[in-house]
């Protein structure tokens, strides 16, 4: 949008308070509240800041809504931004670094530590000690039993792993144990993590006093510290109070700026105990990196959607004077303690802000080894195909280092065995849905092919086909070197860049392989005219032997081999084909 457009498009707007909202199409780019909307979005013909300029010029139109109050403006704004994810925002991300432990959703529930439990999991955490949550996960194990392995481990034993012979497990995979009475451990072991530790305090105690008795005072010893983490599991932070007698309820918040971003912690008190914490991600202010911007936009868009605490200790006093007589018509008394145990409770929290974790780290480094602003959104591109046919193309998405799973896309492509032509496809159609604004996502910072530099070269002609304009690089699997138009990129093995880069690949392939199977099964063959071949049989010979021309070759043997294939089915099959 020009300047003289943007004029124009202000001096309609009217004087009252309310939010705004720059578009690209059906893409909304940014949110902001204001007093006057005309005043605040004619301050846009002039921007501070290269982003928020590149942002204006980007926008072709800016919708608005009015609001009767500057206090209802601040939660539509927030409401808005939680909903768009606008990339010119600051936009908060929940951090998961934290570990969790999750009982997964199975008839024999597995339980494991985890950065990214399953939807349908039970999870409880985040903690903050890896290693005490290891070894509690382990005395766990070891006195209820629970497995631990995957569920391609689980299936189809005939007998017990190692991990029964170690004691770690009463191996629900072969039958040892009633389901019933597994479910009664499992339900036994959450009860611990919900904050019952005498379920699993108590029988390490009796068996670290037998072990003493019966003169094993290795074995004593180990299970004496064991029990000391047990203990001292649900009581970090236990004698930290926090707020007067009448604050049920009390948050800690308090944030660090690095560059264009920003980390946020927030301790949760109840009755004086510490009972929870989280980190979160914030994409700083354009031109504005103060601590209090910050506070006042994590402040406004977190609570907007959840209940607010009693009162609110806070490192500065937020800037938004809007925000603070909202938390205060609430009834939420706002704290910047100077001295005290309130004090030094902002201090714990101003550290958990700090405290630099693996994602940050891999982002910049990898923004810096190519040269890009930092991609906190990243989407990976792979085709998968047989000889040709059942030829599909998947579109993952990594957010902060981590995998968006809600932001995967999957297309079936024109059968056709060129792996050039597949991608220049894949990349066109994903580029043309964003140009268009027809993709509901985000566009992402940093886009990766797998594959060498034709895939490269065929994804960027797309792209300046389409006329959009994302960094996109390739990662090949067979020297693992990072591939750009200025050419390779040799980076060390252990490199954590280089990892994440490996991580969003692999899920890249992983997405397209399964999808393609799917669609491959999907597809009428000549097998479905062989007497015995059902669908689950045509599937799993699909599966074993690849296609229906390794079928036709495949030994007699080899189809015995198959679940499902007998005599009279091989011969069959052997037959027809």
Not at 211 to 233: K, P
Not at 467 to 488: I, M
Request: with cysteine; aromatic share 6%; net charge negative.
């Amino acid at each position: 949008m020009d300047t003289a457009a943007l004029r124009e498009r202000a001096g309609n707007l009217p004087r009252e308070p309310g939010v705004y909202q720059f578009q690209a199409g059906e893409t909304v780019l940014y949110v902001g509240k204001a007093i006057d909307l005309r005043d605040r979005v004619r301050s846009y013909v002039d921007p501070r800041g290269e982003r928020i300029r590149r942002m204006v010029r980007r926008a072709d139109a800016v919708d608005f809504a009015v609001t009767d109050t500057e206090t209802q403006a601040l939660l539509l704004e927030a409401n808005l931004i939680k909903r768009h994810q606008p990339r010119y925002n600051v936009r908060l991300k929940d951090d998961k670094s934290y570990p969790l432990v999750q009982f997964t959703d199975h008839e024999a529930p597995r339980i494991e530590v985890t950065r990214d439990p399953d939807e349908a999991a039970t999870a409880f955490g985040p903690f903050t000690d890896r290693g005490q949550l290891d070894t509690v996960v382990k005395a766990v194990r070891e006195v209820y039993g629970l497995r631990g392995c995957s569920d391609h481990k689980y299936a189809d034993r005939d007998r017990p792993c190692l991990d029964y012979e170690m004691g770690l497990c009463s191996a629900p995979c072969t039958g040892d144990i009633n389901p019933a009475d597994y479910r009664e451990d499992v339900t036994a072991a959450a009860r611990f993590f919900e904050g019952e530790t005498g379920v699993l305090a108590d029988p390490l105690r009796r068996e670290m006093e037998a072990a003493s008795q019966a003169a094993e005072f290795e074995r004593a010893a180990n299970l004496r510290d064991r029990l000391a983490d047990v203990e001292g599991f649900h009581g970090d932070g236990g004698d930290a109070v926090a707020g007067s007698a009448p604050e049920r309820a009390v948050d800690v918040v308090a944030a660090a700026v690095e560059g264009d971003s920003a980390t946020v912690a927030r301790l949760h008190a109840e009755r004086g105990q510490l009972v929870d914490r989280s980190r979160h991600r914030l994409d700083a202010p354009e031109g504005d990196h103060r601590i209090a911007s910050v506070l006042a936009a994590f402040v406004a868009q977190y609570y907007a959607e959840r209940e607010l605490p009693d009162a609110l200790l806070l490192a500065e006093h937020p800037d938004d004077e809007d925000l603070l007589a909202w938390l205060d018509a609430e009834g939420v008394a706002v704290r910047v303690p100077g001295a005290g145990r309130e004090a030094k409770l902002v201090e714990l929290a101003l550290k958990n802000a700090r405290r630099r974790g693996g994602n940050d780290d891999e982002l910049a480094a990898l923004a810096e080894a190519l040269g890009i602003d930092r991609p906190a959104r990243i989407e990976g591109f792979d085709v998968s195909h047989a000889q040709g046919r059942a030829v599909v193309g998947s579109d993952v998405c990594f957010v902060e280092g981590r995998a968006e799973k809600s932001d995967y896309r999957r297309k079936k492509l024109p059968e056709r065995n060129d792996d050039y032509a597949n991608m220049r496809e894949l990349v066109r159609w994903r580029a043309e849905r964003a140009v268009e604004g027809r993709d509901g996502r985000p566009d992402p910072d940093l886009l990766l092919i797998d594959g060498g530099e034709g895939q490269l070269s065929a994804a960027r002609d797309a792209l300046n086909d389409v006329g959009w304009s994302t960094p996109c690089v390739a990662l090949a699997k067979e020297d693992e070197r990072v591939l750009t138009v200025d050419g390779p990129r040799d980076w060390p093995g252990d490199a954590p860049h280089l990892h994440l880069l490996q991580r969003v690949r692999d899920e890249a392939h992983r997405f397209a392989v399964q999808y393609h199977q799917t669609v491959r099964d999907e597809v009428a063959t000549v097998l479905d005219d062989v007497p015995g071949v059902g669908p689950e049989t045509r599937k799993r010979l699909l599966r074993r032997f690849g296609s229906v021309d390794n079928v036709r070759t495949a030994s007699t043997e080899e189809l015995l081999d198959v679940q499902g294939v007998g005599e009279t089915t091989a011969s069959a099959l052997q037959a027809r084909l």
